[in-house]
């Protein structure tokens, strides 16, 4: 299965340790989101890019967040100095120009205390 | 992208068809319904998405009224596989390459 995967699945981390989180696309997609959800609600877009743009920034990516895609496929997402409001799941997704849907991985679960 | 309104959480016996409805009164013409499902632990999963006409697919049904101000998503024969949020969101694009607004969905609990 050649689906999207991030790694790690689960971070525990200390408040204002810096973390990152990886995803890696489905290899010919050229879209990249991130999202983030928290307990009961649902996913709240990040951040995405077209090959290794970032065309869009939530107002919900505070300056401590920041996003790469260098290449046009991998993406990482850092959180510097976290707070325990950070504690959420971080989802990516990627899709391709030809399709309508977006695939998204399992997410990445941090905890922050 | 027009707003949704679902019931928060709903209910299924095994087997029996589950029908999820969603209000979208303020769709424009050219909006679709999508929707999605998120399993327990795991990322979003696409279902079934319209324009205007109803629409089926291995998954499910999507029905849609004719002034499009609010559908119906429907799961035939459903398991206790299917119990997930459910997710209606209305966007202006027939591609996968927008992002995606969640609401806070329908919680379907399936039971034997």
């Known amino acids: 299965d050649t689906g999207v995967s991030q790694d790690p699945r689960h971070k525990i981390t200390k408040r204002g340790q810096n973390v990152t989180f990886r995803c890696d696309p489905i290899?010919?997609?050229?879209?990249l989101y991130w999202y983030r959800q928290t307990l009961g609600q649902g996913p709240e877009f990040l951040t995405y890019?077209?090959?290794?743009?970032?065309?869009?920034k939530s107002r919900l990516l505070s300056d401590r967040f920041s996003a790469e895609r260098p290449k046009g496929s991998f993406s990482t997402l850092e959180i510097q100095r976290t707070e325990q409001g950070d504690s959420a799941m971080y989802l990516c997704?990627?899709?391709?120009?030809?399709?309508?849907?977006?695939?998204f991985g399992p997410g990445t679960r941090l905890t922050v205390t | 992208d027009a707003k949704t309104t679902q019931p928060p959480s709903m209910d299924c016996a095994e087997g029996r068809a589950a029908n999820l409805p969603c209000n979208h009164s303020?769709?424009?013409?050219?909006?679709?319904v999508y929707w999605y499902r998120q399993i327990h632990s795991q990322g979003p999963q696409y279902i079934i998405h319209g324009l205007k006409n109803n629409e089926t697919n291995e998954m499910a049904s999507l029905i849609i009224t004719e002034d499009r101000k609010s559908s119906t998503l429907i799961l035939p024969h459903a398991t206790l596989r299917d119990t997930a949020v459910y997710y209606c969101i209305v966007r202006a694009s027939n591609s996968g390459n927008t992002p995606l607004v969640f609401g806070k969905g329908t919680r379907l609990s399936v039971i034997a």
């Open positions: 290899s010919e997609h050229n879209r």
């Open positions: 997704a990627s899709s391709s120009p030809l399709d309508y849907e977006q695939y």
């Open positions: 303020t769709i424009s013409g050219n909006e679709y």
């Open positions: 890019f077209q090959n290794e743009a970032q065309l869009e």
